[in-house]
Nanobody, 123 residues
Framework: QVQLVESGGGWVQSGGSLRLSCTVY????????IGWFRQAPGKEREGVSC????????YYPDSVKGRFTISRDNAENTVYLQMNSLKSEDAAVYYC????????????????WGQGTLVRVSS
């Protein structure tokens, strides 16, 4: 059974850092691309990063570029999202997901999602 489990959320002060983890069960991590998304109350879901399994290509939107870093540990079957210089607008539920493809697809193509982990940023 394919399952993605996020962890690492919590409270952090503005300017601080958190590292989120996404552990994959049911398939080898290097089979598929993994994306991180977030959704704040009253806002649409936003993609914050994606890492392909074909060549390790990485994508970030401008809102997090330079502050967030995605990485993968195939031995641990885990993808990490290192978040630095956190801002109040980064507060959201963060989800990881896979599009069951080796490349990063548009968000609508992501099929299997974790349950999410909550990140809260205090000013």
């Amino acid at each position: 059974q394919v399952q993605l489990v996020e962890s690492g959320g919590g409270w952090v002060q503005s300017g601080g850092s958190l590292r989120l983890s996404c552990t994959v069960y049911g398939f080898p991590l290097d089979n598929y691309a993994i994306g991180w998304f977030r959704q704040a109350p009253g806002k649409e879901r936003e993609g914050v990063s994606c890492i392909s399994s074909s060549d390790g290509s990485i994508y970030y939107p401008d809102s997090v570029k330079g502050r967030f870093t995605i990485s993968r540990d195939n031995a641990e079957n885990t993808v990490y999202l290192q978040m630095n210089s956190l801002k109040s607008e980064d507060a959201a539920v963060y989800y990881c997901a896979t599009d069951l493809s080796v490349e990063c697809s548009p968000p609508a193509y992501f099929e299997i999602w974790g349950q999410g982990t909550l990140v809260r940023v205090s000013s």
